[in-house]
Nanobody, 120 residues
Framework: VQLQASGGGLVQPGGSLRLSCAGS????????IGWFRQAPGKEREGVSC????????HYVDSVKGRFIISRDNAKNTVYLHMNNLKPEDTAVYYC??????????????WGQGTQVTVSS
């Protein structure tokens, strides 16, 4: 399963963005989905994940209270609402099927990410 991330852009510190992750078969065969990010020179890290129904969510400590993950299975889409963005949030963001727990484990193929740049 390959998912498509979109919605990135350039935003000032303190601003907001909403990323979207488009997939398929969310109603007939739902699966947990996670967001990862990779900044230049750094390893890819898990940011957040959401379970099949949307009731289960996990966040990395650095984004807790600022990012909210949600899903609309009828639209085959998972969202990452990013608020109070900081320069350290600058990275390419990817979405991928995962095993969703406090340790977010990717379980599919990496698709094309979307660039988020936080800068004044």
């Amino acid at each position: 399963v390959q998912l498509q991330a979109s919605g990135g852009g350039l935003v000032q510190p303190g601003g907001s963005l909403r990323l979207s992750c488009a997939g398929s078969s969310f109603t007939s065969d739902p699966y947990a989905i996670g967001w990862f990010r990779q900044a230049p020179g750094k390893e890819r890290e898990g940011v957040s994940c959401i379970g099949r129904s949307g009731r289960l969510t996990h966040y990395v400590d650095s984004v807790k209270g600022r990012f909210i993950i949600s899903r609309d299975n009828a639209k085959n889409t998972v969202y990452l609402h990013m608020n109070n963005l900081k320069p350290e949030d600058t990275a390419v963001y990817y979405c991928i099927p995962v095993l969703c727990s406090s340790k977010i484990n990717p379980g599919g193929s990496w698709g094309q990410g979307t660039q988020v740049t936080v800068s004044s």
